[in-house]
């Protein structure tokens, strides 16, 4: 079954320091997501991004953030210059091939960011 | 309360018995969906049900919407051990873009 993967599956790294953070959806998916869950809080939204370009992006995807879809698989999430508070399980999601809004999202394993 | 927020916040049973959790929203929704996840794992969907249906059904799973209370369950029935971890509903809000809101989560304790 086609699922969605993240690496690394673990980031630890200083403040200050800008991370990477990559994904590869579904293989025929059009829709990807970032979202992130800060331990023992709620998963929350952080952009969304079609046909090469964000959607719709919440108040936590600052100037900070960034996405790329560099090619036809990979979907990155960079954060410039991390903080403490960007310490987070990330996970990235990805959803079908239509504009339908009923198709699930599907999400990776996520990666937990660590920032000292 | 927030949108998508689950009750109880924790729930131990017995194995053998049924599992019920809720979860309400405030908003209007296209679809609302239940995922689980495993201490410090990824999200896995389970079932997904959209506004203008009342009940569904994946094995042990059902799931019911009750949009004018909005209001949802699941409920797992003959609950195993394996089923023990975290269960949140996620709400896909109209004309938002097919962003998903979560809720806080149902910490579910299933004990052999």
């Known amino acids: 079954e086609p699922e969605v993967t993240q690496t690394p599956s673990h980031q630890v790294t200083q403040m200050g320091q800008e991370v990477i953070l990559r994904c590869v959806p579904i293989?025929?998916?059009?829709?990807f997501y970032w979202y992130r869950q800060i331990l023992g809080q709620k998963v929350e939204f952080l952009v969304s991004?079609?046909?090469?370009?964000?959607?719709?992006k919440s108040e936590i995807f600052d100037d900070q953030f960034s996405v790329e879809r560099p090619d036809g698989s990979n979907f990155t999430l960079k954060i410039r210059s991390t903080k403490l508070e960007d310490s987070a399980m990330y996970f990235c999601?990805?959803?079908?091939?239509?504009?339908?809004?009923?198709?699930?999202?599907?999400f990776g394993p996520g990666t937990r960011l660590t920032v000292l | 309360s927030q949108q998508g927020e689950e009750d109880p916040q924790a729930l131990s049973i017995q194995e053998g018995e049924n599992a019920t959790m809720n979860c309400s929203y405030k908003?209007?929704?296209?679809?609302l969906q239940w995922y689980r996840q495993n201490s410090g794992r990824g999200l896995v969907h389970l079932i997904l049900?959209?506004?203008?249906?009342r009940e569904k059904h994946s094995g042990r799973l059902r799931v019911t919407l009750d949009t004018s209370k909005k209001s949802s369950s699941l409920l797992i029935t003959a609950s195993r051990a394996a089923d023990t971890a975290s269960y949140f509903c996620?709400?896909?809000?109209?004309?938002?873009?097919?962003?998903?809101?979560f809720g806080g989560g149902t910490r579910l304790m299933v004990k052999p």
């Open positions: 999601a990805s959803r079908g091939t239509s504009a339908s809004s009923t198709d699930t999202q599907y």
């Open positions: 293989s025929n998916h059009l829709y």
């Open positions: 991004f079609y046909n090469n370009e964000i959607s719709e």
């Open positions: 908003t209007s929704i296209n679809n």
């Open positions: 049900i959209r506004s203008n249906e």
């Open positions: 996620a709400t896909e809000k109209s004309n938002a873009g097919n962003m998903l809101t």
